[in-house]
């Protein structure tokens, strides 16, 4: 079973050979830290995903949650492998030693989250939900706070959730009209309705914390006046204690195309006018608070679409294996015996594709994750602050990307399998209805790629792409050094700099049309995914052929696989963005002069 979730090896290839996260031993924070460590955490990762996760995957998605008897009721297999990852350590797995956590790496914690995500994705969300409600705690909440909630979100006793969307509020999150009275004691009384709440009711943890966004009446218009607070399910004495209920009502459940194991709700604050709110740091400020938060969700979301990805490769990999069906276009003979189907160029041509969607996109999450190590524990601050800013600037690209195209991954995996791949004998159709979450929650794709143009790349003069151009730089001089690679690199090296053209050119525009200049923001965010995770193939190739030489026979097929994959991405999928960034540089205004009347 686990061999279908995701590749180990891979991740070790990835973690140690790419990422070189051994090197983080150098650090204070990391230095108890082995190789063996690491790798135990991944190990025990993959024994509990194989052994707790992926087994009910398929039983919570035909059981998806009901409200009976005034509670919601999940399959128990969830709390066994909530309890089992709990119990391992992994929900604090990033903390202090001597607050009981593992002090393991970023890039290693995500490699672990993806296992779990990977293996059962919906179980998975009500722990990425309380470690990101944790992480938004830990950096703004009143000491208070933290003895209140953050200590018991940390060990499993509450669960979290994030409570932005309304019925006329999802990525407009300025029209939200969720309200916050402030009363005398320093409290404030919550009254609104949130919709699409993951993880909104259960009984998993003895509590759920939800964080919450609201308007202070008086509060300026827009997103200027959302605050952030913490309204517990039920209230919390200062000892710890569980007080009476909150006031938080399951007004409904929603019922889903897939991610059916996550409760979905819609949540009333205040119905009766008794649902006590505590405001997280500055009043007006909830906003920038909660990106911290969806930053880091994110990241995980992206990687979730790469490790839904992931296992469907996985599973139409085996498939094709095993599928005899048809001969060799040479084989003359219809007595011959059949092949099976990975013998067919077609076929390999869409494991290929997915392959290099899916490794692609682990290396782009790990990479990303090991940024975020950068930022929390590099040696100078210049180092921190670069790693910030271009963290932030592929923000948008990790989510956005991978949810594109490993969803296309999960397409592929159902198509390998033909007529088998549409019933629901087989587990790939899951994971496809699964993956097409991933382009919708978190911020649409859509709102990712003007996040991406109009904020990160074409805001701050540009600094965030210029780190990026010298954070490619080593690795395409580095191919340049490589006969089989130099091509690879040139390629990546124009096409970063058409890349900066082009932003160039949008950027003037935006001075004078804001609205054509952005108007096709998608095919930008699609152009520099793929330029980046063409580097990210680069990055993996050069490490290959570094292993290749001294390889055993298994290490350098594992190797020859990264070749062909990234000689695919440079050969079928950068080529994809000359027209794209053409049509960018024409400042092409079709859809924008389409009338809605007209559709
Ligand atoms: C399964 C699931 C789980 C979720 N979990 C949570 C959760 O835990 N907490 C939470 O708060 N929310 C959650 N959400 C809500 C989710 O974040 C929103 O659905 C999402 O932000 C989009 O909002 P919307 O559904 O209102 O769509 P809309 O905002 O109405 O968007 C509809 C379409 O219009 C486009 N669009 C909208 N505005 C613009 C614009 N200005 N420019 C260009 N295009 C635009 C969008 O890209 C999209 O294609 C969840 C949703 C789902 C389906």
Redesign the pocket.
């Known amino acids: 079973m686990s061999s279908r979730i995701v590749s180990r090896r891979d991740l070790v290839f990835q973690l140690f050979e790419v990422l070189d996260v051994e090197s983080l031993r150098e650090r204070p924070r990391f230095a108890q830290h082995s190789r063996e460590t690491l790798l135990g955490a991944i190990d025990t990762a993959l024994a509990i995903a194989g052994e707790k996760f992926a087994p009910h995957n398929r039983k919570a998605d035909e059981h998806e949650p009901t409200f009976q008897g005034g509670r919601v009721h999940l399959i128990p297999e969830v709390k066994e492998a909530i309890d089992a990852y709990i119990a391992a350590g992994f929900l604090s797995a990033g903390e202090d030693f001597d607050k009981g956590g593992m002090q393991l790496p970023t890039a290693v914690r995500a490699a672990c989250q993806s296992i779990f995500a990977a293996a059962n994705v919906s179980t998975t969300a009500y722990l990425s939900l309380t470690t990101g409600n944790a992480a938004l705690l830990t950096a703004f909440a009143s000491p208070e706070q933290k003895e209140r909630y953050l200590r018991h979100l940390l060990s499993g006793r509450f669960f979290g ?5 309304e019925p006329q509020a ?3 999150l300025s029209d939200i009209l969720t309200t916050a009275t402030p009363n005398p004691d320093g409290s404030y009384s919550l009254r609104g309705t ?1 919709i ?3 993880a909104g009711d259960h009984d998993l943890a003895e509590n759920i914390v939800h964080l919450v966004l609201a308007k202070i009446p008086g509060a300026p218009p827009g997103v200027k006046g959302i605050s952030l607070f913490v309204v517990p399910k039920y209230r919390v004495n200062a000892d710890g204690s569980l007080g009476p209920a909150n006031d938080v009502t399951l007004a409904g459940l929603f019922h ?1 195309m897939g ?1 059916r194991g996550t409760v ?1 709700t819609q949540l009333s604050f205040g119905e009766k006018g008794e649902c006590r709110a505590e405001l997280v740091g500055q009043p007006n400020q909830g906003l920038t608070y909660m990106f911290h938060m969806m930053n880091g969700a994110r990241i995980s979301v992206g990687m979730g679409a790469v490790m839904i990805g992931y296992t469907s490769y996985l599973h139409a990999l085996d498939y094709a294996r095993e599928r005899p069906q048809g001969r060799p276009l040479s084989a003359k003979d219809p007595r011959s015996p059949q092949v099976s189907i990975v013998q067919h160029a077609d076929v390999r041509r869409m494991l290929l594709a997915a392959k290099s969607y899916v490794e692609g996109g682990l290396a782009l999450g790990l990479y990303a994750a090991r940024l975020d190590d950068e930022l929390d524990t590099a040696v100078s601050s210049e180092a921190r602050r670069d790693a910030e800013a271009l963290l932030s600037l592929l923000t948008p690209v990790v989510k956005a990307w991978p949810s594109q195209y490993c969803l296309l991954a999960s397409d592929l995996a159902i198509q390998v399998h033909g007529g088998y791949g549409y019933t629901r004998e087989y587990p790939v159709e899951q994971f496809y209805r699964d993956n097409r ?1 991933n382009p ?5 794709n ?2 990712q790629a ?1 996040d991406l143009l109009g904020r990160k790349a074409l805001g701050g003069g540009g600094t965030a792409l210029g780190l990026l151009m010298r954070a490619m730089w080593p690795d395409i001089e580095a191919a340049g050094q490589v006969e089989a690679l130099r091509h690879f690199g040139d390629e990546l090296g124009q096409a970063a700099e058409r890349l900066v053209a082009t932003t160039r050119r949008l950027g003037d525009a935006a001075r004078n049309d804001v609205e054509r200049a952005l108007a096709n923001a998608t095919v930008y965010l699609e152009a520099m995914g793929h330029a980046i995770v063409a580097w990210m193939w680069l990055r993996q190739a050069l490490a290959a052929t570094r292993a290749l030489s001294g390889a055993s026979a298994a290490d350098a097929d594992f190797y020859r696989g990264k070749l062909a994959a990234c000689r695919y991405f440079f050969r079928w999928e950068l080529p994809r963005i000359g027209p794209q960034l053409a049509l960018l540089d024409s400042l092409d205004s079709t859809v924008l002069e389409t009338q809605p009347a007209w559709l």
Do not use: D, P, V, W
């Not at 959730?161 to 969307?165: D, E, G, N, P, V």
């Open positions: 959730t994030m409570a932005l969307t999802g990525s407009s949130k699409f709440i993951s889903k991610y979905s979450l919708i929650h978190e911020g649409t859509g709102i003007l």
